[in-house]
């Protein structure tokens, strides 16, 4: 049986894991209210540029620009896959981690190769540790997720695609729903194919369509890396939230547990010593 001494020194150790997991809560609160506003901005931004995209495309043949044309046969398939660069968050990064498992099972079966390129410690960790998993050097997001981090990312996988490296190019991420709810997907990236139009809208351009899908294809490559970047922000801190909030309720419980342990540690001393002095008493 625990001494009054060791159960002490749990409740201790308890309690300084209370106040941790507290103040994580609190830190990731307050960061998420900023990762979900900014997702909630950008998704109409990301919707109205793949529809105008959508529109201008409409009007032109694929070979209008690089980034539309898709390869005759797909053998080689790149999977950017979003995690956060820290733990704590449930099963956050371990839910994308393993979608995307399946998803470079369900390709690979098809395809000569699927290369996994994370975005992201945990993911990075993770294809480490699965025997074949063919990883390509990625990046560690630490701090607030800016424009120029997309901007970074989708340089380097566009140069991978025009160069032949790879004929298809997808993003695997977690769909932000809410603070509980965090939904794996993923998303054809390159080719772009930009959202169909029911009703296609005829637009003046100038000097022309090339030259405008010039811009836009770009920027749309961006956009989608960006919004992928948001929706991982947002789905990490809600997670994180989520976990520490379950475990300051769980060290809660454990304090309680404990207490009522000492009480009736210490009460069980407090009756052996009055037996033995009542003994002692009688003896004499």
């Known amino acids: 049986m625990a001494t009054l001494r060791d159960i002490r020194k749990r409740i201790s150790a308890v309690t300084k894991t209370q106040k941790i997991t507290r103040a994580m809560k609190l830190v990731a609160a307050a960061r998420f209210a900023r990762a979900q506003a900014a997702i909630r901005a950008a998704r109409p931004y990301a919707e109205k540029l793949r529809s105008v995209l959508g529109s201008v495309a409409a009007g032109v043949s694929t070979d209008a620009h690089a980034l539309l044309a898709p390869r ?16 704590l968050c449930g099963a956050y990064n371990a839910n994308v981690s393993r979608y995307a498992e399946r998803l470079a099972g369900e390709r690979g079966a098809e395809l000569d190769e699927v290369r996994i390129i994370p975005v992201g410690r945990k993911a990075e960790e993770f294809f480490k540790r699965r025997k074949g998993a ?5 990046w560690s997001l630490l701090g607030t997720v800016q424009p120029g981090h997309a901007q970074d990312i989708a340089t380097r996988l566009i140069e991978r ?85 379950n475990a300051t309720n769980n060290t809660e419980e454990l304090i309680r547990s404990l207490t009522i342990d000492f009480n009736k540690a210490r009460q069980a001393s407090i009756t052996a ?7 002692g008493a009688d003896a004499l």
Not at 72 to 87: I, P
Not at 134 to 138: C, D, P, S
Not at 273 to 279: D, F
């Open 134 to 138: 063919q990883l390509v050097e990625g």
């Open 273 to 279: 010593e009055l037996i033995e002095i009542v003994s």
């Open 161 to 245: 695609y025009l160069s032949g490296e790879t004929d298809e190019v997808a993003l695997v991420y977690a769909e932000f729903q809410s603070a509980l709810t965090q939904r794996p997907c993923h998303q054809t990236l390159l080719p772009l194919a930009p959202d169909d139009v029911e009703e296609p809208r005829s637009y003046e351009v100038e000097p022309d369509p090339a030259r405008l899908l010039a811009l836009l294809v770009p920027r749309a490559v961006e956009f989608s890396i960006y919004r992928a970047l948001l929706e991982n922000q947002a789905g990490e801190l809600g997670a994180r939230m989520t976990a520490m909030e």
């Open 72 to 87: 005759e046969r797909v053998r080689r398939l790149d999977l950017v896959v979003f995690t956060s660069d820290r733990g």
